[in-house]
């Protein structure tokens, strides 16, 4: 007798899915490389005539705003079950979740630049070979952006001006920056906060501040800690370096007067413009503006930070408002991955199991906040499935970007889901959500449904990253009814479910688009 295995469950569990009559999956392949999408018609057409009265009325295609805070757990806005109640009221957040749609099943990559790639690939990281951060003494072997096309070059070329602010993180050598792959314009930072902040805070990292042979050794990486202005082409300027933790502390302050700068320049011109504005905070370690000190009620560092986030958040509206393109203008707010809970207490919160770098709902789970004045319904809540990927398609979308456009050797994994946005009524176009770690292939949810293949296990409180183990999960995928079980701590597979062997052969049926459309492997 064959011994039972995780694979042999998964391939019957693909047979076992129903062929015929009203299927579980709902979701259409339309082009062989793209994902499957659940068909929404009339949305579509009602959405599109929508839009193309707007385009009647402004002359323009509508400018495209996303905001992406480091690091932000679920429950740290007040909208999402905190703010106030957690020392860090956060009234701007709530005031555009109020005004505009708050989707409560949001989805990003469970660390940030396999989440920041995605968004501006429309493609998986694991497809892309941008699976993890790259870190100090990291040399890939190949620079992951010279074959893919990004959303800055095809807005860009859709007559776009396209500008990131802030935290990069997707490489930092020439040809990996983001005026190297499409943006017009960058200014920012290219790694995360702590990498820069550890250089010059003695207190926290004394081993290497008060040691000059391991600080001369740390400087010869190379890591950036230069605010950097850079225009396409590749002309790079050095504007500041960080040399204390107090000008970490004001750093978003100054990306925000940016922004703000920026917002109020493009709207003067006749071109659309889509601006990324990436926070640094709330990434670990989180230092306060010496100029808002004392923020939240709280008044430990984190909370300072959330607090410090709404109040920009709510400058960035403002400045769109006063420069008269708000009502031309999708916002869309989100957090890059779950909070980093190996930081406690400089670390956010979330309701669910796992933390930043799990594929638990803690670890993926996001805000996600659309907002548009007057085309998008105030005080809208969806549960609906929402993948950040799905920016992507919903920005081609907006931009008149035709998707027959994309090359058709690769694998896309985004769902233009603009129609599920802005619709009234509006209902997702994704069917699933895939789940991956590094280049392991962990779980799906489809629904209310989640079935793991392989999970992050801690082996200390707190400690999702730096003491955890990537485990199997045995004889069956651990199947969870997240209505039923949001926190995935009671399996309901073979006591309470009948959907485990479709939701199993929708993980199948991902796994096999991989052998037509090999990942690539650039060293991480």
């Known amino acids: 007798m064959k011994p039972i295995t995780l694979l042999s469950v998964l391939l019957a569990a693909s047979l076992l899915t129903p062929s015929f009559g009203q299927s579980f999956d709902r979701s259409v392949r339309k082009v062989d490389n793209r994902e499957p999408s659940i068909p929404r018609p009339q949305q579509e057409a009602q959405v599109a005539e929508k839009l193309a009265n707007l385009r009647k009325k402004t002359g323009k295609r509508p400018n495209i705003v996303w905001i992406v805070v480091d690091d932000m757990g679920y429950g740290d806005p007040g909208c999402y079950g905190g703010g106030e109640i957690a020392g860090a009221a956060t009234p701007h957040l709530d005031t555009l979740a109020n005004d505009g ?19 501006l690939t429309g493609r998986l990281p694991i497809r892309t070979g941008l699976t993890r951060p790259i870190l100090a003494g990291d040399k890939v072997t190949k620079n992951p952006w010279a074959d893919e096309i990004s959303l800055a070059t095809l807005l860009g070329n859709s007559g776009y001006t396209t500008v990131l602010t802030g935290k990069w993180h997707v490489g930092e050598a020439v040809g990996m920056r983001p005026h190297d792959v499409g943006f017009d314009e ?10 820069i902040s550890q250089r010059v805070d003695g207190r926290r990292y004394p081993e290497l501040v008060l ?5 001369a050794a740390f400087e010869g990486l ?3 800690h230069h605010l950097v202005h850079g225009f396409k082409g590749g002309r790079t300027e050095e504007i500041s370096s960080v040399e204390s933790t107090e000008d970490m502390g004001r750093a978003d302050q100054v990306l ?3 922004s703000i700068a920026k917002i109020k320049e493009l709207a003067a011109k006749d071109k659309p413009f889509f601006l990324e504005h990436c926070f640094m905070k709330v990434h670990c370690d989180n230092y306060a503006n010496p100029d808002l000190a004392g923020l939240s009620a709280s008044k430990y560092p984190y909370k300072d930070a959330i607090v410090e986030v709404d109040l920009h958040v709510g400058a960035l509206r403002a400045a769109l408002e006063e420069a008269g393109v708000l ?8 957090s890059d991955n779950g909070p980093q809970m190996d ?20 670890g993926v789970r996001v805000p996600g906040i659309a907002y548009w004045k007057g085309m998008i319904a105030p005080g809208r809540v969806s549960d609906d499935l929402f993948d950040l990927l799905d920016l992507f398609g919903t920005a081609l979308n907006l931009a008149g970007v035709s998707t027959d456009t994309l090359p058709d050797d690769r694998y896309y994994d985004f769902i233009d889901q603009t129609s599920f946005l802005l619709h009234d009524n509006g209902r997702s176009q994704r069917e699933a959500v895939y789940f991956w770690w590094g280049s392991e292939l962990m779980a799906c949810r489809m629904r209310q449904f989640k079935a793991h293949i392989k999970v992050v296990i801690p082996q200390a409180t707190h400690k999702y990253i730096d003491l955890a183990s990537v485990m199997d999960v045995g004889l069956a995928p651990w199947l969870f009814d997240l209505y039923l079980d949001p926190k995935e701590e009671m399996t309901v597979g073979h006591r309470l479910s009948p959907w485990l062997a479709t939701v199993a052969g929708k993980l199948t ?3 096999g688009t991989f052998r037509k459309y090999p990942p690539k492997n650039i060293g991480l």
Do not use: V
């Open 101 to 119: 749609l708050r989707l409560t099943s949001c989805y990003a990559q469970q660390t940030c630049t396999p989440t920041r790639s995605a968004i």
């Open 327 to 334: 009502e031309n203008t999708l916002i869309f707010f989100t």
């Open 256 to 258: 925000t007067d940016f």
């Open 211 to 215: 040691d000059p042979l391991k600080m």
């Open 186 to 195: 960058f200014y920012g930072y290219y790694p995360a906060q702590k990498e």
């Open 343 to 362: 930081a406690w207490p400089d670390a956010g919160y979330t309701p669910f199991r796992g933390a930043k770098g799990t594929t638990f709902e803690g």
């Open 222 to 224: 190379g890591i950036g």
């Open 509 to 511: 049926a991902h796994g």
